[in-house]
Structures are given as structure tokens and as C-alpha cells.
């Protein structure tokens, strides 16, 4: 911790321009009355009085103790900030952002600098707040944040992906109908909570309509304009969250002074999340922030412009710790970089084309089960040997590798292809094999074909015809070894991760005339030099945390039937029961969901889930949300059924439903 006093205020008001009010927790410095400071600030919709405390209490109160206001707001309409739920990033929530960061501004203990952070969705608020160009927004730091709301997040190259679908498009509903903490609000909490439930909407079947990259998707994407933000911008994330590949992006396009950091990590702050190893995140930031709100020379801006972890392994199912080296290079895209061409040929991977050769595969749909999310939030989802998978799939090897050589950035398949189908889809994975067979995934993408050229205007294949697909993979960091063998592997399917096409597909895949391009990064002899992180520095947090009854581990099972040749794949993730000290509410979490589809048919595929959370505190408050949601399709429609239901203590207070027929749109 810094050597500041700190006063840590419970909850103050921020009034609107429509006179709505939204709750804040502060950590000043103790001297700030006659010293003012910058303020930052972090704006998520994650209950600043339950959601996040335990991390607050340490992330922010060590910022404020290096000379920091810290500013933790719920956005409108969750938490204890008054306000009805809305969607995701509209346009309100931006507008309110704006408001805010004048409001710290004006504050008399505030310098009139400020600064936006955040995760996910703090990241991304901080990057849409900035394109709005307040003149107070000096600098922000994103991390495990997009840039693309469509291809990046629930559309994955046009495919719908289960992970936010049916994990976090669970789980945003039952947020938005939690009620506002009576220790804050006072005795209007109930009526707050049954607007909020009274004006809920089901936003997932809204996501769920518009299948293309539409209005509806480009608002809120930074990716519509880069030159719009201008300050300077610091983004963070990890090879193993779903959501890096945005960070490469950004850099490459941004304009403004910025700086990109990328170690193993999952979607979490680099300080609390594995894979190790962790950072201390918390001194990097401070590095930025005294750089840009303080004129202070830390030295930040000089040292390369994108660092990262150059893995030796890559992140398998059980693994924890993932070995390598930080690497650096001084812009990016890095001018030393170079591609290595690898062809698709009769019996593998090889440096020379040969002569062409059709190979054919056949429609499996339950090709993906090593992988089985696109956003793997418990270690039963995190890739494991993918044999089982490449034995299902075409795959196309090199001899093993004389030597090492490490890759960074963007591999890039190239397809001569055709289908039978109208609508079809496309995955090809990139894997390493050791010499007893062992098959780890490197990298991986997935392509919904009728958006070969465009994810906003689709058009359907014709069958039979030959298509040229150029196809970048997800970018990493990797040392391919010795010994070893590169293997692509493709198929038409990668479930449950991804929803499948209307119709089972054949695939022709034209050796010969295929081929993938390998990203390899020369050594650099400055990677030496480059100024280490400290460990990851996590004191105890102020609020206490006790643990009423433990969480199980959390299971995910696979189960085949023989007869039928249906898979059905059930997770159960349990977060126990707890008391935050401070406050005593005691808080539980469950979310389970099961899957099916039968191999022969696509139209098979169905999903249900739940989840519920419960808050509980004396015999004063007793309030529980459940939310379940099912899917199913046929060739033309997606039917979503969804129900939310409130508890009072133990008595049905709220229950509603949403029945949607959505229909099929290329997808």
C-alpha cells in the first residue's frame, strides 16, 4: 500500500441531468481536503455493495492510497443506482458516463483529471466513454476488453457461441433483477426492486435477433471509429480469455498514444487470475496513471509498445502454471515478424504444394467436445487432448520439426473449399503433437461461411462450388519445439461450443490448393533487459469474507448414447455460501446447464440452463432470483423460452416469461 491515509465512504449520490441518482463507494486520501487529487473511476453494473467489495477493498484503496480518488458507481438501474435495467452499452449508459466524469471533475478534491478502469465491462465502458472525447477523460486502461461487439462476443465469425448465449446471456437477466441493498437505499428497496422487475426485459432473445452485424451491434463497437478516442489508452488482457484477440486489434488501429499487455491469463485482472504466472497488475497501473494524471516521468511510454507472454506450452484442461518468457516489440503490427508458408498437400503439411488432391468429410456433429466452450469459465471447459476431436476431423501434419521457432500474431489458413449446403460452417484448429501423439491446441477460429465476406450482409453458398476462404486464426504466442509435429485440423462443426449449421455438411477440402502461413517472431536480444513485474501483490481485503458451506468443485460430464449416438454434456457450478463480514450479507450462486444433440442431426441441438442467487442478511432480508432459459431449433427458427422469478422471503413475489420463435437468418 502507498503511504497516504485513506477515508473510505460507504456510499454518496451522483446526480444525473434527469435527476436520477447513481450510488457510488469512494476512497479518498485522508489530506485530500487540502490536497486534490485525480479520480478514477470504475463503472460496472456488478453491486458495488456486494458484487465486487472483497476486490474493491483492495484494488481501490491501494490506489487511493498512492494519491488517487477512487471512484467504484453502479450504472443505472443496478446496484443500489437508482434508474430502471437496460441492455448492454446503450446509449444512455455512455451519456451518464460523460455526466460522471464532469461531476468528479468538479469536486474539490479533485484535480479535474480523471481517469477511466475497468474489466470486461468496465473496460469496455471505459473505451466507449473515451470515443465521446470529455474533456476531463485524460486516460483509461481496459483490460479483458473488446473492440467489436458482434464478432467478438456472442457471434464468434457469425457462429452463436454457447459461452454467451447461455453463460453470461443466463446470467445478465438475473443481475438486472436484483434489488438494491435497504442499508443504502432505506425502506424504498422494495418498490426500486419491483420497478426493476416490473421493467425487465429478457436482452438475450434481443441479441438473439439480430444475427447479422447490424445497427444493433455497431453501437458501442470502437472498432466503427479508432480515431474517435484520443486519450491515451492502456489495454490488458490473456491468451487464455476468449476475449483477447481484441487486444492486438486496438493497438494495431487505435491512433492515440497506447500500450497493449498480454500474459497467460483468463478474464480476470492479472493480479487474481490464472493461469500463472500472475502480475502485480495493481504497480503497472500506478505506472500509468502517474504518467498521464500526474505529469510524472515513470518511464512507462518508453519502454515497447506491446508485451507479452511467450508461452512454451500451450493452456491445457489441469494445468495452472504455463511456462515461457515475456518478449516485447516496439509497435504493432511488429515489422519483424515473417510469414512462414506451410501447404495442405496429400499426406500432411509440407513446403511444397504437390499436386492437387480432394479430401472429403463427412457431417459429425459433436466434433469439438476437447474444447467444449468458447469462454472456459471452470477448468472441466479448458481444451484437453484433442485427439478424440482430430480423429473426426481432416487433419493434415508436418514431419516432426527439426528445430524450435516461436510464432506471434495471426496464423492464417487458407481453404480451397466446398460444401453441399447452403449454409455451412467452417472450424480449423491449429495443434501441436508430441511424438507419443498427444495433441495440444495452439490456436483455433471458426467461420460461418456465408460471411466469407462480410459478417453485416451474408450471402449463401452455392453447393458444389469451389470457395478460396482465407481464414485468420486467433492470435498467440507459442513455441513450437523440436521433435514435435504442427497439425491443422478441420471440420464443420466445433459443438457445444458453437451452434450448428441448418443442415448436416459434407466438406471438401482441396490439398494442393490450400495452405497456412505461420507468424514467426526472430529472438530479440532486449527481451533480456525488459523491466521485470513484481509478483502479484493481493493484501487482505478490509471486508472479511466467511465461508457458510464450501463449493463442490465444479463437475462438467459428457454422456453418450449408444443407441441413439446422442451426446448430452451436463455442468453444475456451485459458488457455496458466504458472509461478507462488514456488511453480513451472506450471498450463494448456482448456475447449471445440460446440452444435447444427436450426431446425425443438427437440428437436434437443444440447451437448458438456471441460475440462481440468493442474498440474505438477518431476518431483515431474504430475497432470491431463478432464471432459466431454453433453446431449441429446427432448420428455419431458434425457439427461446425464458422465466425469471423473485423471492421474497421464500414467497413468489414476481415470475414472467418470455416465448420467442426467432427465425433462422443464415446462420
Known sequence: MGSRPVTQIENIWIPMSDGTRLAARVWLPADVE????????????????????????????????????????????????????????????????????????????????????????????????????????????????????????????????????????????????????????????????????????????????????????????????????????????????????????????????????????????????????????????????????????????????????????????????????????????????????????????????????????????TVGITAPRWHAYIDPEVPTDQRVDDARSLTFDTEPLEEDFEILGQPVVTLDLAVDTPVAALAVRLNEVEPDGLSKRVTYEVLNLTHRNSHEFPEPLEPGRRYRIRLPLQDCAHVFKSGRRIRIAVSTTYWPAFWPSPEPVTLTVYAGRSDLELPVRPERAEDAQLKPFGPALVPEPTSGRTVLEEAPAPTRTHEWDVATNKLTTRTVQRDGRYRIDSIGTELSTTASEVTEILDHDPTSAKVASRYTTSYLRGADWNVRIENDLRMSLTKDNFSLIANIKAYENDKEIFCKTWDRTIPRLLV
Open 34 to 365: 487540502h490536497s486534490p487529487v485525480p479520480a478514477l473511476l470504475e463503472y460496472i453494473p456488478y453491486r458495488k455493495r456486494d458484487g465486487t467489495r472483497l476486490r474493491d477493498d483492495v484494488a481501490q484503496l491501494y490506489l487511493a492510497s498512492h494519491g488517487y480518488a477512487s471512484v467504484r458507481l453502479d450504472i443505472r438501474g443496478s446496484g443500489d443506482s437508482e434508474g430502471l435495467p437496460q441492455d448492454e452499452y446503450v446509449q444512455k449508459e455512455q451519456d451518464d458516463g460523460v455526466e460522471i466524469i464532469a461531476w468528479l471533475a468538479r469536486q474539490p478534491w479533485c484535480t479535474g483529471k480523471v481517469g477511466m478502469f475497468g474489466l470486461s465491462w468496465g473496460g469496455y465502458s471505459a473505451l466507449q466513454v473515451a470515443v465521446r472525447r470529455p474533456a476531463e477523460l485524460k486516460a483509461i486502461i481496459a483490460v479483458g476488453a473488446i473492440d467489436d461487439r458482434y464478432a467478438q462476443e456472442l457471434y464468434t465469425g457469425g457462429l452463436i457461441n454457447d459461452a454467451m448465449l447461455f453463460g453470461w446471456g443466463l446470467a445478465w437477466p438475473a443481475l438486472c433483477a436484483r434489488p438494491p441493498d435497504p442499508a443504502i437505499v432505506g425502506d424504498r428497496w422494495r418498490e426500486m426492486w419491483m420497478q426493476r422487475l416490473n421493467n425487465l426485459d429478457y436482452y438475450t432473445a434481443d441479441w438473439l435477433a439480430h444475427q447479422h452485424r447490424d445497427e444493433f451491434w455497431k453501437h458501442g463497437s470502437i472498432s466503427e471509429d479508432y480515431g474517435a478516442i484520443q486519450c491515451p489508452v492502456y489495454v490488458m488482457g490473456g491468451w487464455d480469455d476468449a476475449l483477447h484477440r481484441a487486444i492486438p486489434s486496438m493497438l494495431a488501429n487505435l491512433t492515440c498514444p497506447r500500450k497493449g499487455l498480454m500474459g497467460p491469463w483468463g478474464h480476470g485482472y492479472p493480479d487474481a487470475t490464472g493461469p500463472d504466472p500472475k502480475m502485480d497488475w495493481l504497480a503497472e497501473a500506478l505506472r500509468w496513471w502517474d504518467h498521464w494524471l500526474k505529469d510524472i516521468d515513470t518511464g512507462i511510454m518508453a519502454e515497447p509498445m506491446y508485451r507479452v507472454w511467450m508461452q512454451q506450452e500451450p493452456m491445457m484442461r489441469g494445468v495452472h502454471e504455463i511456462p515461457g518468457r515475456w518478449v516485447a516489440e516496439e509497435s504493432w503490427p511488429s515489422p519483424r515478424i515473417t510469414p512462414r508458408k506451410l501447404y495442405l498437400t496429400k499426406d500432411g503439411l509440407g513446403s511444397n504444394a504437390g499436386a492437387e488432391v480432394a479430401h472429403d468429410l463427412k457431417p459429425l456433429q
